[in-house]
């Protein structure tokens, strides 16, 4: 078992809150190696987790532990998890934010974390990524096999910003996510851009707008402040523009839908 442990939460630096939870982890695994993914997540932001975890989970050796902690819903009737994939593990709230990492790397097993053997004694309703999660982040990068933290479950939150709608010539799909470029990250793939057939030139609808895009490999495909469609470096389809913002031209922002047709 690896003794990566990879942390990503919306507390920030300022309040001791991300301290805590390595504390906690050094407490029961001196051994680990915290590795913090981010804690600037946007607050109560789970699509912004969701799509920076998804990003940054699939660099990590096997078996590593990622534990994910933007939860407005802490304390009421969700789930806290545990799900197994190929690759390795990904701990934190049914709330849709593991989904897009997990999905990347195949699931396995989803578990619901309800064994107090492996929690703090004392389970705050406030503060489970302390509480909850990190103590099992630290018994499962020790070697705790993943069935003996809870149930076995089979159904868990499908975040609406992960749904894709394919419908004869065209895919409805959302902003996943803004970049600090300005290039705005759908949440269509590789894979669902072969399905629509797409060529050298797409066709999309943002804002109400009609856009005809080159399907570029690189930014400077195009002219110097020019629009234009492109595969990132984390497989997502990007609307970009040429060292320039496209979520400012194009008054885009995460949420937002866009629909994509195959060019004539």
């Known amino acids: ?86 690759h390795g593990f990904f701990i934190g709230p049914d709330n849709g934010i593991l989904v897009l990492a997990a999905k990347k790397q195949g699931i396995k097993h989803v578990y619901e974390i309800s064994n107090p053997r492996f929690m703090m004694k004392k389970v705050s309703q406030t503060f489970h990524g302390r509480d909850i999660f990190a103590p099992v982040a630290a018994y499962l990068s020790k070697g705790v096999p993943p069935s003996s933290f809870g149930q076995e479950i089979r159904k868990i939150v499908a975040p609406k910003f992960a749904k894709i709608i394919r419908r004869d010539d065209t895919l409805l799909g959302e902003v996943l996510h803004v970049d600090s470029f300005g290039n705005i990250v759908t949440n269509i793939t590789a894979k669902e851009l072969k399905w629509l057939g797409v060529r050298g030139e797409i066709i999309v609808e943002l804002k109400g707008a009609r856009l005809a895009l ?46 994509f047709y195959r060019s004539s």
Request: glycine share 6%; aromatic share 6%; charged share 20%.
């Open 1 to 86: 078992m690896s003794s990566i442990i990879t942390l990503i939460t919306d507390f920030g630096l300022i309040d001791p809150y991300v301290a805590e939870m390595k504390a906690v982890i050094l407490r029961i695994n001196p051994e680990a190696k915290i590795v913090d993914i981010t804690h600037n997540i946007e607050k109560f932001n789970i699509r912004m987790a969701a799509y920076v975890l998804s990003a940054a989970a699939p660099f990590f050796p096997q078996n590593t532990v990622h534990v994910a902690v933007v939860d407005p819903g802490v304390g009421t009737q969700r789930k806290p998890i545990l799900i197994e994939t190929k």
């Open 214 to 259: 080159k399907l570029c490999r690189a930014y400077a495909e195009v002219e110097l402040g020019k629009p234009l469609a492109i595969i990132g470096s984390h497989d997502f389809l990007e609307i970009s523009i040429n060292q320039g913002n496209a979520a400012e031209a194009f008054k885009v922002k995460a949420g937002d839908r866009i629909i």
